[in-house]
């Protein structure tokens, strides 16, 4: 969320900013109901003001007995109607901070000076790591994972639907290893493991930024009386990993706070049958480990800087070759100030596709879910929160299958996996189950 303050103090700053992701904004009735709602909490303080005074003056008068008797009523009398008002006040005074508060809900975060505007389009190649695979019309993903038995999306459809899965043997044992190396290299980075629930409340969805605006994209399973989300399934760890700390004051010394987390990632995804689409390059369901900082203001770029690093070193890890990119405001999420994506590989399709957003919010989702830490002085003041996938599995496991394939059909595993996955994975042994 954004600082309400700042947009009162400079809103045509806040609106070219804004206009980097395209989108034009209209401070006029966010500022309009503010003004009303600070013109009319003067009034409901004079009022309680004026009735304290009333208050005041009937202690005194009882003082002097039966002969202030008819001056009492009359303040009584007065007192009721200040108290009339009173009510109208604080009720109109709700009303008007639930309407300021929804329309500071729909602004999105503002991006950092070095994004690029516009949309997808614009988003900024920084490097290309390692050789592109040369390979002699390679077989896609969803070949290779049938040919070795290691996805049967067919029976995963009938469990699941569309979109669904099933890693199988050898397929199941390979996307346990990434997840092992990954959980690994994080604990060995100093991060603190943490697995969330699968089930999470409507507040961490503000807090994190997915609602009210992105409520569509969650499966919701429980609903409040005014219709809006209080249960839903988890769409990544951020969202939970978000409100760990939610409602409390953090002390300086304890920041950063580094946490990764493990979950699977339920969302509003459907496959297609193009080969981009196909296999589990999109989904319903697909597992991830995110890494999640809360840090000091003035930490927070190289904090970014690091968990890029951590991303790219798990790539490197895994001997594939891969972009990072900066993406431009029109393509960063709505609550991030920068994103950088790590795209890898898809030889069949001649793309490069995301397998990790580090992504820097600032103060945005620390304001939604009222984060501070307490400095030196005392003053408590809000976090910088910051985020990235390290790694998601869906599209990295078709990379890896992909860029390792064999001309005998055969598949080299990284040897960073080799402690739980074996180092070449060939038809022969997949049917005979070694």
Known sequence: MLDLNDIRR?????????AKREIEIDFGEL???DEDYRKNQQALEQSRAERKGISGQISQLRRAGESAAQEIEQLRSRSQAVGERIAERESRAGELSAARQSLLDALPNLPDDDVPAGGKDANQVLRVVGDRPDLDAPLDHVQLAEGLGLVDYKRGAKLGGNGSWIYTGVGAQLEWALLN???QTHLRDGYTFVLPPHLLTGDSGYAAGQFPKFAEDVYVVEEDEQGKPSKFLIPTSETALVSIHRDEILRAEELPRKYFAYSPCYRKEIGGYRTYERGTLRGHQFNKVEMFQFTRPEDSLAAHEEMLEKAEELMRGLGLHYRVSLLAAGDTSASMTKTFDVEAWIPSIGQYL???????????QARRARIRYRGPEGKPALVHTLNGSGLATSRLLPAVLEQ??????SVLVPEV???WAPARISPVATRTGH
């Open 354 to 364: 995301e397998v990790s957003s580090v992504s820097n919010s600032r103060d945005y």
């Open 181 to 183: 190396y990954f959980v």
């Open 404 to 409: 390792n394939q064999q001309a005998d059909g």
């Open 10 to 18: 400079d809103p045509d700053r806040i609106r070219t900013a804004l």
């Open 417 to 419: 996996l080799h402690a």
């Open 31 to 33: 500022l309009s109901v």
